[in-house]
């Protein structure tokens, strides 16, 4: 098959390609096929708009969801190649920054693969995030160019005129489409491209003219928001999707034969976070400008829109200045102000305005007074928002309230990251898993099954085994008898890589004093700041220098081992999940709204060493008190603290167990490898702020690990608690997640 493709388009055979070509050849090939799968229509469609989509390398997925996986890989296996081989050829997308944009991807899979009529939309960032350069033990940033001559982007030649005032640009449609698992039909990630945009504005790093709209707002992700010329491109960027997006939902309403008065009828909108809810006055205004009257126009809008929220933390609830909006889209502010004056006279409150006190619109209040839904992304998040976050919109709208857990594709977290797991399932229970994920949990009855669990263990010491051989091309090395503890997410500090950072402080600590582990441990972190968190920044500072204190001590480097990836991503999680034992699933109780993560390193047999935060909870109650390494105070404690001022980091810093440690970071030997302003700040920070209280779970924390690593010893047992954990994952598919969706919100 890949033969036929590559005497077509290049005139060689197998054994004479390159390997750019065999890649090209199988890209060519994908595209063709996916091209042949119909999109599914229906009454009622679903556009999932959102800023990110973090899809990662697409190759390997879609041959295996177009079914053409083993053909492609005995064909390539023939002339000494493999898949894999020719992924490595792949420039990964970075089209989003962590979690939500990871679940994007993981839905749009669901999506396609439930053959549910929906589209993803968003943009085409030519240079993603940034790709991540460590340099004297800092993180730098630079352009992550992805998008070459051949790709998955398919130029559909449609285009959209864009108004900023009296300025106009064009918004152009590219698609990506994404087969369905089976063969069925496909979905498509319908991305806008700026005709004009111009990579020669970019400087140094990813610095470039933000002023210059007309030609930037396609570059990157989220440009550093630090200045007023920053925020104003957050503005015109957003803006610049929505409208595309309204226009394309509107044509699209035409060419299905519809009227604009049966909107909500056939379409549905989630907004993914509030970076997508310009949609709302977008819709309105464009739907009265046609003739509609405005009050039919907003609830026709309202009975189309949903919204999901993502966070509780106070900086990522969007709210722009009203004075900016009037700014960059001047036509949209009458209406803003129209749907906040209509909202204010249903419901005179002032904590629920739109535009608020400050002239500041609100994002996500409109979203709820303007949308039929509102759902958090595991049950405690969802519980949060009820209780505190978003009260009073409880009180006005309880029947909106629904809560979705997360869920992440098999396909790409099992099937593909770890095949030889896969098989290992499918041969005690059969295949039907792959469909049906709850089937699962029939694995359980293996869990005292020594041959199982001997075979389960040899599984992971290969992804281990493979993980190495990839850390060993990147220049690191690593022992593969080691214990892999591993913490891979966004740095932020509610997620407290610094609190990991003490304890591993505190074991170096031990080993110095004599106590010598009985067996090494591998701290394994991934994770991008972003450009301008400097806290963020300096814990990375960190982490890399006490790597590099550990790395040239010669007693303790025989123990432990700190391996920092650069530049985390996709592609990485793949080869890291695999090989994980230890998921670090640390934040603040009532702070991680869900967490993905954790559900795919569950599914691959490690065991979480986690707070009660986000879906652990959900983790925890599933798999049983002896198979989940619970610590740290529960978020109503949490929540209380933050309540009533009772945290002060200053009393726990002065313990004796816990001042050592955080001395240890204006170490001379920490010293010697970084740069005193910036470990200063980290130690003033922890000892004077401390906002996400690291220290008031770090003594709990350290006791747990340990007794893990204790537990790691009877390996039987602990094996035991791996295969539990798998056979427990199935709640945890995005099919799941998406069928709720589907049930509850889309009615597709
Ligand atoms: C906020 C901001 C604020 C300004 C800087 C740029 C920026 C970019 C993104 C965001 C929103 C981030 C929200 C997010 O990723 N939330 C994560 O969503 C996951 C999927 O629901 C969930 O598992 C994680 O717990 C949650 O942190």
């Given at each position: ?51 990110e989509?973090l ?41 989003g920054n962590g979690g939500l944009g990871r679940l ?25 995030l ?9 993180q ?82 989220y440009?550093?928001d630090s ?46 976070d509030t970076h ?32 999901t929220n993502h966070t509780i933390l106070a900086e990522a609830l969007e709210r ?44 996500a ?11 958090g992304v595991a049950a405690l998040h969802t519980e949060i928002l009820?209780n505190s976050e978003l ?14 857990t997360n ?78 503890d591993v913490q891979i997410k966004r740095l932020h500090e509610y997620k407290r890589q610094q609190m990991n950072l003490l304890y591993i ?18 701290f394994?972190f991934g994770a991008k700041a972003a450009p301008a968190y400097r806290i963020a920044k300096d814990i990375i500072h960190a982490i ?20 920092f990836?650069?530049?985390y ?14 998921s670090e699933q640390i934040s603040l109780a009532s702070k991680e709204a869900s967490g993905t993560g954790n559900m795919k390193l ?6 979480t060493l986690g707070t009660l935060d986000g879906a652990n909870l959900e983790i925890a ?8 390494y619970r610590f740290g105070r529960p978020s109503e404690e949490v929540i209380r603290l933050y309540a009533d001022g009772g945290y002060r980091a200053?009393?726990l810093y002065?313990?004796?167990?816990i001042?050592?440690l955080v001395?240890?970071l ?12 910036q470990?200063?700040r980290l130690y003033q920070d922890l000892t004077h702020k401390d906002w996400f209280m690291a220290l008031l779970d770090l003594e709990d924390y350290i006791?747990v690990k ?43």
């Open positions: 098959m890949l033969a036929e493709q590559l005497e077509q388009q290049f005139h060689v055979t197998m054994e004479q390609a390159s390997a750019g070509q065999l890649y090209a050849a199988a890209l060519a090939l994908c595209r063709q096929r996916q091209q042949t799968l119909p999109t599914v229509e229906g009454e009622r469609k679903l556009y999932y708009i959102s800023a989509f899809v990662g390398k697409l190759l390997s997925c879609n041959l295996m969801n177009l079914g053409l996986w083993d053909q492609v890989e005995e064909e390539l296996r023939r002339v000494g190649s493999s898949i894999a081989a020719l992924e490595d050829a792949e420039p990964e997308p970075s089209l994007a991807a993981c839905f749009m899979d669901s999506i396609a693969t439930l053959g549910l009529p929906g589209d993803g939309v968003g943009l085409c960032y030519h240079y993603g940034f790709r991540q350069v460590f340099d004297h033990n800092c730098t940033e630079q352009p992550d160019g992805w998008i070459e001559p051949q790709s998955w982007l398919r130029d559909t030649g449609r285009e959209y005129p864009v108004q900023f005032g009296a300025r106009q640009v064009t918004g152009r449609l590219y698609e990506i489409d994404l087969p369905g698992y089976g063969n069925t039909s496909r979905s498509r990630l319908r991305l806008f491209d700026l005709v004009g945009v111009d990579p020669g504005l970019i400087r140094e790093g990813i610095t470039f003219d933000k002023t210059d709209v007309a030609h930037n707002l396609t570059l990157f992700l440009p550093d200045d007023r010329a920053g925020r104003l491109l957050r503005v015109y960027q957003q803006y610049f999707m929505v409208s595309c997006a309204a226009q394309l939902i509107l044509e699209e309403l035409a060419e299905r034969g519809f009227s604009r008065e049966e909107l909500d009828r056939h379409v549905v909108i989630q907004i993914n997508p809810s310009m949609i709302i006055p977008e819709l309105v205004r464009r739907l009265t400008e046609e003739g509609m009257p405005f009050e039919q126009a907003a609830d026709l809008v309202s009975r189309s829109c949903a919204y722009w200045p009203a004075a900016d909006l009037e700014e960059v889209v001047p036509q949209l502010m009458p209406v803003i102000r129209a749907l906040d004056a209509l909202a204010k006279r249903r419901h005179p409150e002032p904590e629920v305005a739109i535009i608020d006190e400050n002239q500041q619109v609100q994002m209040r409109m979203d709820i007074h303007y949308g039929f839904s509102v759902n009820k009260a009073p919109f409880y009180r006005i709208y309880p029947e909106k309230f629904t809560s979705k869920g992440i594709t098999f396909r790409r977290w099992l099937m593909g990251c770890n095949p030889q797991l896969a098989d290992f399932i499918t041969r005690r229970i059969g295949p039907d898993w792959k469909r049906d994920a709850a089937a699962l949990t029939r694995l359980a009855q293996w869990k005292t099954d020594c041959e199982s669990l001997t075979e389960l263990l040899r599984i992971k010491a290969a992804g281990k085994q493979a993980l190495v051989r990839a850390l060993a091309a990147a220049g690191e090395t690593v022992d593969p008898d080691s214990i892999f402080i505190w074991k170096y600590r031990q080993i110095k004093a004599g106590k010598i582990p009985r067996r090494p441990v591998t394994l890399l220098c006490m790597a590099a204190v550990i790395r040239q001590d010669p007693e303790a480097s025989k123990w432990i081992r700190i391996v990836v650069e530049n991503n996709v592609s990485w999680a793949e080869r890291i999940v695999p090989a994980a034992e230890i569950m599914l691959n047999g490690a065991l109650d599933l798999v049983g008190e002896e198979n989940f200053q009393d002065q313990k004796p167990e001042e050592p001395d240890f204006l170490a001379k030997p920490m010293l010697r490898q970084g740069d005193a302003e470990l200063g006791r340990e007794q893990m690593l204790d537990d790691y010893e009877d390996r039987n047992g602990w094996a035991s608690k791996m295969l539990i954990n798998i056979a427990q994952a199935g709640y945890f598919s995005s099919d799941r997640t998406i069928a709720e969706y589907n049930r509850d919100i889309w009615r597709l």
